[in-house]
C-alpha cells in the first residue's frame, strides 16, 4: 500500500512533495511501516483523527447536524419557521440563496404584556416575572396594620390634626411625617424658579399673557431720590382671592388655650434671609401679609399661606429699598393701604399701595426743634392718629400726635420722668396711650381731653425698657381705656403684670380723684428672664403674652393669661430661635394665632398657635 509522505517546508518557506517511493525491505525481506521507519526530522505523517478526538471537536465547533436541530428549535413566533431540510457538503443551505430577504424577517409590533411572547422568552421564571411586577422598596403591606399613638409620645403630639385624635395607622402616619417634613424644610429657591420658569413658558406658548402679567407681582424698587415710588399693587390686593381672611372662628365659639402646655406647630418659614437684623415685624389685620425690615433700607411684604396645603413657603410678594435709610419701624396703616415706614432721620416716609406712590414727610410743623427724629412712632387702633416719640429733654419726654390722614400735627402729650420716655403704646380704643418712664413712672394720657388722667408707679422698677397692653376689660367706656392686662418690663430681666379690671372695680373716692392707686401691686411678678427686656407683645385675644430679651440667644417665654403661668414645653432646647430682634402675633388660619420671630441673622420663623 502506498503512503504519501509530506515533506518540512524549508527555510526559504518553499514546499516540496515526494513522489510515492516503493516501502523498503530489510534484509529478511521484512516491510517496515511508517511509524517504524526511522525519522531524519524532516518529514511528518499525517493519521486519520480517532472517535474520540472526533466527538471532541464535535462539542467545541459542533457539526452541521447540530447546527439544523438548533435552528429548528430558534423560532420567534408560530407564524414565521425557517426549516432547513439539507445542507451541502460546504456547509450552506439549499434553497435559500434565491430566497427574498423581506421573507426572512418580521417586525413584532405586539404590546408586551400581551402574553404572545417568543419562546425564549416564554422560559423565564413566574417569580421573575411576578418579581417585576411588584410595588416600590418604601411601600410596605404591613403599615395598614400597624397601629401608632400620637398622644402617648410627647414629640407625636404635633403630628395631631385635633386635641382628642390618638391612635392612626401605620400609612397616616407616614404620610403626616412626610407632611412635618415638607413644612420644616420648603422647596429650595432654585426650584421654585424652575417651576415659575417652565409655567411662563407654557403660558407663553398657549398665548395666555394676562395671566403671565398678573403673576408677576414681585417687585424690587431701588430708589435714587429722594421721592421714591414703587409700582401699585391694586391688582395684588384686588384680584386674589387667596388674601382674603375670616376673621371669625367656623365655630363662632372663643378659643381657650391650657395653661401650661401649650398646642404649637411650627409652619415654614419665610422664605429668604434679610442681608441684616430684622427690628420690625408687623401683621396685616385683616390679610395673611408680613411686612418686615431692618437696617438694610429694604421692606419686604411676605404672603403668609398657613392655611393647608401650603404649595409655596410664604412667598415674598414685593419689596421696597430706600438707600442710605436704615429701616427701624415699619407698620401697616389699620383701615387703608398704606404702609408707615422710619429710620432715624428727620423724616419718615408713607408708601401708597394702591398707587404705588411713596411720600416723604420732612418735618412736623411748629414742633422742629422737638422732633429730631422720626424713628419710633404707633399709629391708633381705628387709624385716625399717628404718636412720634420727640427728642428727650431733661426731666422728661414728649410725645407728638398727628392726624394719620393729614400728616398735620394735632396735640402733644408732656410727662415728667427722669431720664426720658422708655416705652408708649395705646389704648385698644384710641382715646389715650399708657407711656412708661425710664425711671418707672407711667403715666395714663388722654387724647381726648389732652390730659393725663391718671400717673402709678412699677413695683420695683429698675430701668424700665418697655410696656405693652392686651386684653378686654368688658367695661364699654373706661376711664383708662378697655385694656385689662398692663405688663412692664425692666432692665434687670423682671416682668410685672398688672389687672386694670381690679383698679375699674373699687369706687372711686371723689370726682378728682386718679381711677388708678398711686402705687398698684401687680398679680404676678415673672423673672424668667435674666437680660433686660427688649420685648412684650399680646396675641389679638389677650390669651398669651410673650417676653424676649435681645441681648441673650433664645431669651424667649410665652405666658398664660389670666392664669399668669408660663408654658414649660415651648420653646425647647431645639427651638431655632437665636438672638431675638422682633416678633409679632398675627390671626391664622381657622381661628388659630400666628408667632413670627425673627433674629439678627437676618431670619424669621413662623408657628401656629392652635386653639
Known amino acids: 500500500m502506498a503512503r504519501t509522505k509530506l515533506q518540512k517546508p524549508?527555510?526559504?518557506?518553499?514546499?516540496?512533495v515526494q513522489q510515492p517511493t516503493p516501502p523498503m525491505q530489510d534484509e529478511d525481506n521484512v516491510e517496515l511501516s511508517g511509524s517504524d521507519m526511522p525519522s531524519n526530522g524532516s518529514d511528518v505523517e499525517i493519521q486519520e483523527p480517532d472517535a474520540t478526538e472526533l466527538e471532541l471537536e464535535r462539542l467545541v465547533?459542533?457539526?452541521?447536524?447540530?447546527?439544523?436541530?438548533?435552528?429548528?428549535?430558534f423560532s420567534t413566533s408560530q407564524e414565521v419557521e425557517i426549516a432547513y431540510e439539507d445542507v451541502e457538503e460546504d456547509g450552506g443551505p439549499e434553497g435559500l440563496n434565491d430566497a427574498d430577504v423581506a421573507e426572512l424577517f418580521f417586525t413584532d409590533t405586539r404590546p408586551l404584556d400581551s402574553g404572545h411572547t417568543s419562546k425564549v422568552a416564554g422560559e423565564e421564571s413566574d417569580e421573575e416575572s411576578e418579581h417585576s411586577r411588584d410595588p416600590p422598596a418604601w411601600i410596605d403591606s404591613d403599615d395598614e396594620r400597624i397601629v401608632i399613638s400620637l398622644a402617648s409620645a410627647p414629640r407625636l403630639r404635633k403630628l395631631r390634626e385635633s386635641a382628642a385624635e390618638?391612635?392612626?395607622?401605620?400609612?397616616?402616619?407616614?404620610?403626616?411625617?412626610?407632611?412635618?417634613?415638607?413644612?420644616?424644610?420648603?422647596?429650595?429657591?432654585?426650584?421654585?424658579?424652575?417651576?415659575?420658569?417652565?409655567?411662563?413658558?407654557?403660558?407663553l406658548s398657549n398665548g395666555d399673557v394676562?395671566?403671565?402679567?398678573?403673576?408677576?407681582?414681585?417687585?424690587?424698587?431701588?430708589?435714587d431720590d429722594?421721592?421714591?415710588?414703587?409700582p401699585p399693587l391694586a391688582r395684588l390686593l384686588q384680584d386674589a382671592s387667596g388674601l382674603v381672611r375670616r376673621s371669625d372662628n367656623s365655630s363662632g365659639k372663643k378659643r381657650k388655650l391650657r395653661s401650661e402646655v401649650l398646642d404649637i406647630q411650627r409652619l415654614k418659614d419665610i422664605s429668604g434671609v434679610q442681608p441684616s437684623a430684622i427690628s420690625s415685624l408687623c401683621f396685616h389685620p385683616k390679610l395673611p401679609l408680613l411686612l418686615s425690615s431692618g437696617p438694610a433700607s429694604t421692606l419686604y411684604l411676605h404672603h403668609i399661606t398657613s392655611s393647608p396645603p401650603a404649595s409655596r413657603s410664604n412667598p415674598l410678594l414685593t419689596s421696597l429699598h430706600i438707600k442710605r435709610t436704615p429701616l427701624t419701624t415699619t407698620a401697616f396703616h389699620p383701615t387703608d393701604s398704606r404702609i408707615f415706614l422710619s429710620a432715624r432721620r428727620r423724616y419718615f416716609y408713607v408708601w401708597n399701595l394702591e398707587s404705588g406712590r411713596v411720600e416723604k414727610i420732612t418735618r412736623v410743623y411748629g414742633q422742629q426743634h422737638e422732633q429730631r427724629s422720626m424713628?419710633?412712632?404707633?399709629?391708633?387702633?381705628?387709624?385716625?392718629?399717628?404718636?412720634?416719640?420727640?427728642?428727650?429733654?431733661?426731666?422728661?419726654?414728649?410725645?407728638?400726635?398727628?392726624?394719620?390722614?393729614?400728616?398735620q400735627w394735632t396735640c402733644q402729650a408732656r410727662v415728667e420722668s427722669r431720664g426720658g420716655i422708655a416705652e408708649f403704646e395705646w389704648w385698644s380704643d384710641s382715646r389715650g396711650l399708657c407711656i412708661a418712664g425710664k425711671s418707672g413712672e407711667i403715666t395714663e394720657w388722654n387724647v381726648d381731653q389732652q390730659q393725663t388722667v391718671a400717673r402709678w408707679q412699677d413695683e420695683g422698677a429698675v430701668g424700665t425698657t418697655t410696656i405693652a397692653l392686651g386684653g378686654d376689660s368688658g367695661q364699654a367706656k373706661g376711664l383708662i381705656g378697655r385694656d385689662r392686662w398692663v405688663v412692664v418690663g425692666s432692665s434687670s430681666g423682671i416682668v410685672n403684670v398688672y389687672d386694670r379690671r381690679a383698679w375699674?372695680?373699687?369706687?372711686?373716692?371723689?370726682?378728682?380723684?386718679?381711677?388708678?392707686?398711686?402705687?398698684?401691686?401687680?398679680i404676678r411678678t415673672l423673672d424668667h428672664l435674666t437680660t433686660p427686656v427688649s420685648h412684650l407683645n399680646f396675641s389679638p385675644d389677650g390669651q398669651l403674652l410673650?417676653?424676649?430679651?435681645?441681648?441673650?440667644?433664645?431669651?424667649?417665654?410665652?405666658?398664660?393669661?389670666?392664669?399668669?403661668?408660663?408654658?414649660?414645653?415651648?420653646p425647647t432646647a431645639g427651638t431655632p430661635l437665636g438672638r431675638i430682634s422682633s416678633l409679632a402675633f398675627g390671626a391664622g388660619h381657622d381661628g388659630s394665632e400666628l408667632l413670627a420671630v425673627a433674629n439678627d441673622a437676618g431670619k424669621i420663623r413662623l408657628w401656629e398657635i392652635r386653639a
Open 375 to 407: 424713628e419710633r412712632f404707633k399709629i391708633s387702633a381705628d387709624g385716625r392718629l399717628v404718636a412720634l416719640l420727640g427728642s428727650a429733654r431733661k426731666g422728661g419726654g414728649v410725645l407728638n400726635i398727628l392726624d394719620a390722614h393729614t400728616l
Open 10 to 16: 524549508s527555510s526559504n518557506r518553499t514546499e516540496t
Open 504 to 522: 375699674l372695680a373699687e369706687p372711686a373716692k371723689d370726682k378728682n380723684s386718679s381711677p388708678v392707686p398711686a402705687q398698684p401691686k401687680p
Open 166 to 203: 390618638d391612635t392612626v395607622s401605620g400609612r397616616e402616619y407616614a404620610r403626616r411625617l412626610r407632611r412635618q417634613y415638607e413644612l420644616l424644610h420648603p422647596v429650595p429657591e432654585w426650584a421654585i424658579m424652575a417651576q415659575e420658569q417652565s409655567l411662563k413658558r407654557r403660558k
Open 61 to 73: 465547533f459542533g457539526d452541521s447536524e447540530g447546527f439544523r436541530e438548533g435552528i429548528k428549535n
Open 226 to 230: 429722594d421721592t421714591p415710588s414703587a
Open 210 to 223: 394676562a395671566s403671565l402679567e398678573r403673576e408677576s407681582s414681585v417687585e424690587d424698587v431701588d430708589t
Open 546 to 570: 410673650a417676653m424676649a430679651s435681645r441681648w441673650k440667644k433664645d431669651a424667649l417665654r410665652l405666658v398664660h393669661l389670666p392664669s399668669c403661668t408660663v408654658y414649660r414645653n415651648w
